[in-house]
């Protein structure tokens, strides 16, 4: 059975830090690895996909890699802010079109 | 991105009403849509997967008497939390993926369900 972990499971950090959040997995045959931002009680927003054949993604400041044969991906976020401030969600999917199957999510808080 | 609409945000019921949730894709069909938990401090966990036309798919645990899925068209599923208690509380969330990009997955604001 996959199960999705993240660590820290909270993180605080002064504004401008560049910082890393972990996310493993014990099944590497997933499909997709999504990044999720979840701010206190509202919905998610996705951040950054990636395809099970490619290793890493890129937007703005944020930077996400995959290694599948260790079971492990990363998320890279440069030049911290304030805004940054919410529960990080990692989640992949098995399969085309299955559920997402969701880690514990990482608690940044960066302060100004 | 596609755009998944969840309706209401947040609802206040009390014990032993019924309380229905819906689920929109706006602006895509999703043939398939899934509807998660999450309590406080906790990740997100599969309730059920609803399947446009047919039965939904529920996980190990989760009532389907209780939980009702329906998922009448390519745009919209609802949940009905029937006869809801106290312990029933909790974000409902539903996420869904557009048809012609069977990859990335799009989620609801999520509604905030409390029982009292």
Known sequence: ?112 | GAVVSQHPSWVICKSGTSVKIECRSLDFQATTMFWYRQFPKQSLMLMATSNEGSKATYEQGVEKDKFLINHASLTLSTLTVTSAHPEDSSFYICSARDGTDNTEAFFGQGTRLTVV
């Open chain 1, 1 to 112: 059975k996959q199960e999705v972990t993240q660590i820290p499971a909270a993180l605080s950090v002064p504004e401008g830090e560049n910082l890393v959040l972990n996310c493993s997995f014990t099944d590497s045959a997933i499909y997709n690895l999504q990044w999720f931002r979840q701010d206190p009680g509202k919905g998610l927003t996705s951040l950054l996909l990636i395809q099970s054949s490619q290793r890493e993604q890129t937007s703005g400041r944020l930077n996400a890699s995959l290694d599948k044969s260790s079971g492990r991906s990363t998320l890279y976020i440069a030049a911290s802010q304030p805004g940054d401030s919410a529960t990080y969600l990692c989640a992949l999917c098995n399969q085309a079109g299955t559920a997402l199957i969701f880690g514990k999510g990482t608690t940044l808080s960066v302060s100004s």
